[in-house]
């Protein structure tokens, strides 16, 4: 059965832009009055609504009433959204100006979300992770990658894995697992840095290949984490075994970045400390830089060099980070809105980053715009221009949300 889905005052289709680069607003294709026809999930056509009533005359209506803008779903390419407990006791002792080392000392930082999260069982997880995923698909973003990180030991990443797949077998939001054993040596691990990596390619990897639990993984790359090298034999090793690659790269110090060229891997994320050297390096890579906002609202520090890394011609995604300890808004919209204004992004670039660009830090490309064979995961704003969506900084929410999964 085809669906005939509109009116809508504006579609901004995303199509026909590139995936690399700097963006001008007047790129933008906006179709007026118009209408998206679908079936079983998948976009047959979009054009304007009274020409695709006219040649489907048999499709279904769903008709659109009043003024709404319609966009592709958002794709939140980086989040930590499988978590146990809050970390708002730091979030005020970093405030109140105490140092990493100060906070850690007195039992906080990424520790501590790993103890409360080794507390809660898989349904517990599974039951706090269905919550944030609700919210998060209410708000448009109908793509979401998740990762585990707060296991940091063979049976706890497991458990995290499947408290994901469990929560993704109750939504509608397409999830996109991604093992981040690799994100701090766990304080009860008997060895080194390279030792416990080692331990990871020998004990976990391999199950989780054999459950089909996620075909991604993920290092951070920092002083207090793991050092390049390291990290470069982690990631080669893993993607030998058939994973997908992803970095947590410059946030404080550089050399990660480099690293995720190097390993090939589909995105460097973070790159707040990125300086010329990696802005050319990402630019020239087929490697996906993803800017993390929320990180830098969290933490108080600058964002990533978003519009250097545009105008080198990079492929730039936004995301959330939405974390326990760093970004626990996790509102992607409203980031996004407030770093384009500092960060001079036009709205072209910045729905880019929201939709086709940050599918491409998940090797998707089956949705991101809205054309002829794309999943159907759209969003529809109550507005009449496109440019009120980063003009109300995340206070304008969808008032529909589809994916292909509800969507025929
Ligand atoms: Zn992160």
Not at 7 to 27: N, R, S, W, Y
Not at 177 to 184: G, Q, R
Not at 209 to 220: E, P, S, T, W, Y
Not at 282 to 293: F, G, I, K, Q, Y
């Amino acid at each position: 059965m085809k669906k005939l889905t509109g009116p809508f005052t504006q579609i901004l289709p995303l199509t026909g832009l590139p995936i690399k680069g700097a963006l001008k607003d007047e790129q933008l294709h906006i179709i007026a009055n118009g209408g998206v026809l679908i079936e079983d999930g998948l976009i047959l056509a979009v054009d304007d609504f009274e020409k695709l009533r006219t040649n489907y005359p048999s499709a279904q209506i769903e008709e659109i009433t009043g003024d709404h803008v319609l966009l592709p779903g958002f794709v939140d390419c980086h989040t930590h959204l499988c978590f146990a407990g809050s970390r708002a006791k730091d979030y005020a002792m970093r405030n109140a100006g105490k140092s990493y080392l100060e906070i850690a000392v007195s039992g906080g930082g990424i520790w501590d979300s790993v103890t409360q999260t080794r507390l809660a069982t898989e349904t517990e997880l599974s039951n706090l992770l269905a919550k944030r995923i609700a919210r998060h698909l209410a708000e448009g973003v109908t793509t979401i990658e998740i990762k585990s990180g707060y296991g940091l030991s063979v049976t706890e990443e497991l458990k995290q894995l499947k408290a994901i797949h469990q929560a993704a077998n109750k939504t509608h939001a397409h999830i996109v697992p991604t093992c981040l054993a690799a994100h701090i040596k766990p304080k009860d691990f008997d060895g080194v840095e390279s030792e416990y990596l080692k331990y990871l390619l020998n004990e976990l990897l391999p199950k989780i290949k054999q459950q089909d639990l996620a075909n991604r993984v993920d290092v951070f790359i920092e002083q207090n984490a793991f050092n390049t090298s390291d990290a470069l034999f982690y990631l080669s090793r893993a993607k030998q075994m058939g994973f997908e690659a992803t970095v947590h790269a410059d946030q404080f110090t550089t050399g990660g970045s480099e690293v995720a060229v190097k390993a090939r891997a589909a995105s460097a994320d973070h790159l707040e400390a990125s300086g010329d050297y990696e802005i050319k390096l990402l630019a020239n890579s087929d490697t996906v830089a993803v800017t993390l906002p929320g990180a830098s609202l969290g933490l108080g520090m600058g964002y990533a060099p978003a519009r250097k890394l545009l105008d080198a011609g990079a492929c730039l995604a936004i995301a959330s980070d939405w974390n326990p300890g760093s970004a626990p808004m996790g509102d992607l919209l409203m980031q996004a809105s407030v770093m384009a204004a500092a960060e001079k992004l036009s709205t072209a670039e910045v729905f880019a980053g929201l939709t086709y660009r940050a599918a491409q830090a998940l090797k998707l490309n089956d949705r991101g715009i809205l054309t002829k064979g794309k999943l159907a995961d759209m969003q529809a704003y109550p507005c009449n221009d496109y440019r009120e969506i980063l003009y109300h900084q995340g206070k304008l929410k969808p008032a529909r949300v589809w994916t292909a999964e509800n969507n025929d």
